[in-house]
């Protein structure tokens, strides 16, 4: 199985900051990777997909780029609706594996 | 609009056999554009892939991909109706217990655009 490895496991910080958070996979993936946001209590909700295209509706300060094993997503200026908790899948082979998640909190 | 809505017992006992069905509404599970899936959260912890269909036409089966970490233990059928689809894991532990999510594989490329909100499944005696 392709292991999926996010970093930080945890983020603090504020409204209006720019923050980025990494995935790396075990091996290359190419650009078959995707970003969800999960809330508590909540479903996750696709951001990104093919490691940069952004997911209709979802705002422009979510950016991600990367490709084979190095992945990064990108809030530009964050806004208090976007402190969550992210998950990078990879979706190269099945089994499609998720990375542990970041928890993206308030400072 | 699409909606999914997972539903199916809170508790299941240990060594018994745990299902669920995912209703699908707003959209048709027999369109070739789509797969469906299943995937679980234990309590505090990431999201596993438990397995995906894609209806095939031939039977209401469909063909099947299952996480080979529990393919000896699940498997993944459409209902009769084609509005609906199913999970069966059988031999459960308590390390079974999590949030259980259906959604739907856009394209069955691996990208989970629809989620349904999610049903809690404890295992315990």
């Known amino acids: 199985d392709i292991q999926m490895t996010q970093s930080p496991s945890t983020l603090s910080a504020s409204v209006g900051d720019r923050v980025t958070i990494t995935c790396r996979a075990s091996?290359?993936?190419?650009?078959?990777l995707a970003w969800y946001q999960q809330k508590p209590g909540k479903a996750p909700k696709l951001l990104i997909y093919?490691?940069?295209t952004l997911e209709g509706g979802v705002p422009s300060r979510f950016s991600g780029s990367g490709s084979a094993t190095d992945f990064t997503l990108t809030i530009s200026s964050l806004q208090p609706d976007d402190f969550a908790t992210y998950y990078c899948q990879h979706y190269h082979t099945y089994p499609y594996t998720f990375g542990q998640g970041t928890n993206l909190e308030i400072k | 609009q699409l909606q999914l809505q997972e539903s199916g017992p809170g508790l299941v006992k240990p060594s018994e056999t745990l299902s669920l069905t995912c209703t699908v509404s707003g959209d048709s599970i027999t369109s070739s554009s789509y797969y469906w899936a299943w995937i679980y959260q234990p309590p505090g912890r990431g999201l596993e892939w438990i397995g995906t269909?894609?209806?095939?036409?031939?039977?209401?089966?469909?063909?099947?991909y299952y996480n080979p970490s529990l393919k000896s233990r699940v498997s993944i059928s459409i209902g009769a109706s084609k509005t609906q689809f199913s999970l069966k894991m059988t031999s459960v532990t308590a390390a079974d217990t999590a949030i259980y999510f259906c959604a739907r594989d856009r394209e069955g490329v691996g990208t989970f655009d629809s989620w349904g909100q999610g049903t809690l499944v404890t295992v315990s005696s």
């Open positions: 269909i894609y209806y095939s036409g031939s039977s209401y089966s469909g063909s099947t």
């Open positions: 093919g490691a940069s």
């Open positions: 091996q290359s993936i190419s650009h078959y």
